[in-house]
Nanobody, 116 residues
Framework: QVQLAESGGGLVQPGGSLRLSCAAS????????MGWYRQAPGKQRELVAT???????NYADSVKGRFTISRDNAKKTVYLQMNSLKPDDTAVYYC??????????WGQGTQVTVSS
């Protein structure tokens, strides 16, 4: 059974930081690309960041310079370090594993709320 378990979400003030984790189990990990997506109330899910099996990274323009995606293959975990958080970053953040050919796996999400 493939499982992706997100953690690390919570309530932070504007300008604060959070680090999200996504731990994979029941799956090969190192050969697959991973990504973080988010969905705010009333909006569609959007890509935040991706990291390939060779650790090539891509970011949405809205988070460039503030967020960093990384992976630890030994721990089967992908991270999203979020700095200088803004209220617009408030969303449920989801982890995704892409196996190619349209075969994707998703976590259940973790809530991030940025508010004073």
């Amino acid at each position: 059974q493939v499982q992706l378990a997100e953690s690390g979400g919570g309530l932070v003030q504007p300008g604060g930081s959070l680090r999200l984790s996504c731990a994979a189990s029941g799956t090969v990990f190192s050969i697959y690309a991973m990504g973080w997506y988010r969905q705010a109330p009333g909006k569609q899910r959007e890509l935040v960041a991706t990291i390939s099996n060779s650790r090539t990274t891509n970011y949405a323009d809205s988070v460039k310079g503030r967020f960093t995606i990384s992976r630890d293959n030994a721990k089967k975990t992908v991270y999203l370090q979020m700095n200088s958080l803004k209220p617009d970053d408030t969303a449920v953040y989801y982890c995704k594993q892409s196996r190619g050919g349209g075969y994707d796996y998703w976590g259940q999400g973790t809530q991030v709320t940025v508010s004073s």
